[in-house]
């Protein structure tokens, strides 16, 4: 193997429950308005039209335990609690019937959105990036295995903000389900092991400010607490 002009970045490894190894981190996607309520309150048709996706890098995740710094150039930042996929397998064009093969396991976490950004975007047409994929734009619980709590197709999924329930809803909820979703998405992309998949986030996203705490939990899957700084 070739050198390399300076050392390259350490992976990004998320906490499993229950054991001591790591999950290696090597793409992050993301299910736009998967829950009709959420599509709605955005000023879109909930009804089932193809999905859609757009990506985080791997080092935007937010590891367990740590605060979430509020990002500059925005003054208008929300909170989206979503489940989160973590995949062991992959590859292109998988059938829904062979999807659930692919799961490693489940999370619970938050896809911060920059919405002044965004919404900016959206009138000049442009990429949402910016809006998106910016630093600890994603805080993760630690990954529950499927072998141990097997495959969640409902169960609460809430976010409290300084302890009042904000968004609140049901994974049964989802517009596209878990196995549609890595079968759709893995006809634009080959995917792998490693990596992560946002499935939509119900209803009641809003913003956040420095001193919030933010409480996130799925049902008999995980949770995730930490502070905006």
């Not at 990506?55 to 989206?80: M, R």
């Not at 976490?109 to 950004?117: A, G, N, P």
């Not at 946002?198 to 913003?207: C, E, F, K, Q, Y």
Request: proline share 9%; aromatic share 8%.
């Amino acid at each position: 193997m070739s050198a390399t002009v300076f050392p390259p970045s350490p992976p990004v490894l998320l906490p499993v429950t229950g054991i001591q190894n790591c999950f290696p981190v090597r793409r992050v996607y993301c299910v736009g308005r998967n829950y009709a309520a959420h599509a709605v309150e955005m000023g879109h048709d909930p009804s089932r039209e193809a999905p859609f996706f757009f990506q985080k890098n791997a080092d935007n995740l937010l590891l367990p335990g740590l605060p979430f710094p509020y990002p500059g150039l925005s003054k208008n930042v929300h909170h989206e609690v979503e489940c989160y996929v973590a995949l062991k397998s992959g590859g292109a064009d998988i059938p829904v019937s062979e999807a659930l093969d692919c799961i490693y396991g489940y999370g619970v976490s938050v896809d911060f959105t920059r919405r002044d950004i965004q919404d900016e975007a959206k009138k000049k047409s442009r990429p949402w990036e910016m809006a998106k994929a910016f630093e600890h734009s994603a805080p993760v619980s630690a990954i529950a295995r499927a072998e141990d709590i097997g495959h969640p197709f409902e169960g609460t999924i809430v976010l409290s903000r300084n302890g009042v329930d904000v968004q609140h809803g049901n994974l049964n909820q989802m517009i596209w389900k878990v196995p549609e979703i890595i079968a759709a998405l893995s006809e634009y992309v080959t995917l792998a092991p490693g990596d992560i998949i946002l499935t939509g986030t119900p209803s009641g996203v809003g913003p956040v400010t420095r001193g919030d705490r933010i409480s996130c939990a799925i049902k008999s899957v995980a949770q995730l607490a930490f502070d905006v700084i």
